[in-house]
Antibody, heavy 121, light 111 residues
Framework: QVQLVESGGGLVKPGGSLRLSCAASGFPFSGYYMSWIRQAPGMGLEWVSFISSVGTSMYYADSVKGRFTISRDNAKNSLYLQMNSLRAEDTAVYYC??????????????WGQGTLVTVSS | QSALTQPPSASGSPGQSVTISCAGTSSDVGGYVYVSWYQQHPGKAPKLMIYEVSKRPPGVPDRFSGSKSGNTASLTVSGLQAEDEADYYCTSYAGSNNLGIFGGGTKLTVL
């Protein structure tokens, strides 16, 4: 079954850290770009980070640059997002998404169910 | 980068057509063919409806269509059905070394 399953979300205090994981199955993970996209409660979508298929190119939103790190392990069919120095404004559902097409963010054709990150004291 | 501009809400009766706009600039929507649209029902993950301005993925009804004129892209839903009631988001590529940008979303209500 072609799917993405996120895990690792939870409640964390401001300034804390969290690592999100995304397990891919049913498709050749190593051949695809991947992205993390988040959605704050009641708000719209925000592209957070992108990684190329072999992990050599990464991009970040200005709002998370220097605090978040995207990575992948193609042998384990897994995508990760290390989040440090978390702030209240990072509270959101985080989705991993398969990134298709000619350029990063051309279109996202497969999404996980999302994992909720809550940053609060 | 600023978010793409979408109307907060749109509505139509069953069977009617509705068009949702997505306004950007020449640096994003107007400069590339990489505009896509997503449907999101409450509590669910977004679903790809249109990519590269006007292409439909397999399984998406042909009632959904996309277009672009200048710096504004549009999603048209024809023959509205109750299940089309959802939030719709556009996104556009914004050049190399940039992450793309999303619109603020439009809540479509089927009256």
């Amino acid at each position: 079954q072609v799917q993405l399953v996120e895990s690792g979300g939870g409640l964390v205090k401001p300034g804390g850290s969290l690592r999100l994981s995304c397990a891919a199955s049913g498709f050749p993970f190593s051949g695809y770009y991947m992205s993390w996209i988040r959605q704050a409660p009641g708000m719209g979508l925000e592209w957070v980070s992108f990684i190329s298929s072999v992990g050599t190119s990464m991009y970040y939103a200005d709002s998370v640059k220097g605090r978040f790190t995207i990575s992948r392990d193609n042998a384990k069919n897994s995508l990760y997002l290390q989040m440090n120095s978390l702030r209240a404004e990072d509270t959101a559902v985080y989705y991993c998404a398969r990134d298709r097409g000619d350029v990063p963010g051309d279109y996202f054709d497969l999404w996980g169910q999302g994992t909720l990150v809550t940053v609060s004291s | 980068q600023s978010a793409l501009t979408q109307p907060p809400s749109a509505s139509g009766s069953p069977g009617q057509s509705v068009t949702i706009s997505c306004a950007g600039t020449s640096s994003d929507v107007g400069g590339y063919v990489y505009v896509s649209w997503y449907q999101q029902h409450p509590g669910k993950a977004p679903k790809l409806m249109i990519y590269e301005v006007s292409k439909r993925p397999p399984g998406v009804p042909d009632r959904f269509s996309g277009s672009k004129s200048g710096n504004t892209a549009s999603l048209t839903v024809s023959g509205l059905q109750a299940e089309d009631e959802a939030d719709y988001y556009c996104t556009s590529y914004a050049g190399s070394n940039n992450l793309g940008i999303f619109g603020g979303g439009t809540k479509l209500t089927v009256l």
